[in-house]
């Protein structure tokens, strides 16, 4: 019985010992990709309204924004950019995809509508030490046939962490990373939550390695198809035993 106990409070210490679970919040139109993903790993998340989406003293309760299609209007006018800016320099992580208005933290990227690509074209991470790419194996790649293309991105303050293989597209960047203020915004402008994140494992481990790395290694998801390194004890391969999801 002692031993059962002594168990039992060795277990509760080491769960008290994890972090608090990242806030996280989704916005745009195409946000349910990325809720998909989120409710499979077990992380919980909040949809937020587009009048939220204006409001930058909701989004500084988010530790973590993803924001989806952020080329639609409707969701993303100014009022919208200007909040997501606030956010970002007050300390926020986001991460964008899709797009070519992009908020002013991502000033220094050129996006062009380059017309879907003939073929889905190869991309993988880039080396480098952004914490994200720990979180995947090296040079692990994916497809994508969409139609925005990041045209210039040499900004020294902008750090390339996938770029395309092959073709008129070699050594474009795929997604890439900003500082802005106090806080980081990643951007792609390839449809991860929407066409294939909600759909294919491999995709969600990238989604999962963004939270991952913009929430510290707090989210502790339960991932598709990868281990996470072992290096990273926070980032567990199992969900949080308790989850809410709200809306």
């Not at 050129?110 to 952004?130: N, S, Y």
Request: charged residues 20%.
């Amino acid at each position: 019985v002692f031993v059962l106990a002594l168990a039992c409070t060795r277990l509760l210490a080491a769960s008290d010992a994890l972090p608090e679970l990242p806030r996280i919040g989704i916005a745009g139109e195409l946000r349910m990709g990325l809720g998909g993903v989120l409710l499979r790993a077990g992380l919980p998340f909040d949809y937020l309204t587009a009048r939220e989406e204006t409001q930058p003293e909701t989004l500084a309760r988010y530790d973590v924004i993803l924001a989806s299609a952020l080329a639609d209007e409707d969701d993303f006018g100014p009022a919208a950019k200007r909040a997501l800016d606030a956010y970002v320099r007050g300390g926020g992580h986001l991460f964008c995809e899709m797009g070519w208005e992009l908020p002013e933290a991502l000033a220094p990227v050129h996006v062009d509508w380059g017309g879907r690509m003939p073929r889905e074209q190869p991309f993988k991470l880039a080396d480098g030490t952004h914490p994200f790419l720990a979180y995947l194996p090296p040079h692990q790649s994916w497809m994508f046939g969409g139609d925005l293309h990041v045209v210039r991105a040499d900004d020294p303050s902008i750090t390339v962490l996938a770029r395309f293989e092959h073709g008129q597209m070699r050594n474009v960047p795929a997604l890439l990373a900003r500082r802005s203020g106090k806080g980081e915004v990643l951007y792609t402008p390839t449809d991860v939550g929407y066409r294939q994140g909600n759909w294919e494992p491999i995709y969600s481990d990238l989604l999962l390695a963004v939270v991952a790395a913009l929430s510290g290694g707090r989210s502790r998801a339960q991932w598709a198809t990868l281990s996470p390194p072992m290096e990273k004890p926070t980032v567990l391969a199992a969900p949080p035993a308790t989850s809410g999801y709200a809306r």
